[in-house]
């Protein structure tokens, strides 16, 4: 296997997590409807505004990659939901389906081989798309761990569940 196609995978798993720490299904996997507005103790931010969070961000990155029209969002505001918005049942699925929808995207652009990964992003100064895709996985472990961590405080793994 080339060291191409090798990076790409290393990346691919990176963003896929389940290495180091479980994938992102796992982590939001049977969180308790009744809990998305919930702020976790001492918390600035409710379950669903993180996840929202986390999906806002991945696809302004990948957006910074791939599109002609891109516009620079305003830095917090635009990655952040309003944090007075009650998300509703239909909110949690639509973030997690629409990350989920933005993440395959992003698979496929990384390992398409049309896409040299050292190279600038046309959107960008100085920014390549490997350092992109690197940043997407980074932003999101942290963020699914804080999930992760929130989730033990306010106790909502199912009882089945181990650390």
Do not use: C
Request: charged share 25%.
């Amino acid at each position: 296997m080339n060291s191409d196609v090798l990076l790409r995978k290393h990346v691919l798993n990176l963003l896929n997590g389940g290495m180091a720490y479980p994938t992102f299904d796992e982590i939001v996997s049977k969180f308790p409807q009744d809990k998305i507005n919930k702020r976790f103790p001492h918390g600035k931010y409710n379950a669903w505004q993180l996840l929202e969070h986390i999906r806002l961000t991945q696809f302004a990155t990948l957006d910074f990659m791939i599109s002609q029209a891109y516009i620079e969002l305003p830095w917090p505001s635009a990655y952040w939901p309003d944090i007075s918005k009650k998300a509703t049942k239909k909110d949690l699925k639509d973030t997690i389906d629409k990350f989920k929808k933005d993440r395959l995207q992003i698979e496929k652009l990384l390992m398409s081989p049309k896409i040299d990964l050292f190279s600038k992003v046309p959107n960008g100064t100085t920014q390549t798309f490997l350092r992109e895709f690197l940043l997407i996985a980074d932003h999101n472990s942290y963020h699914l761990g804080e999930f992760a961590i929130m989730r033990q405080v306010m106790k909502t793994w199912p009882k089945n569940h181990k650390d």
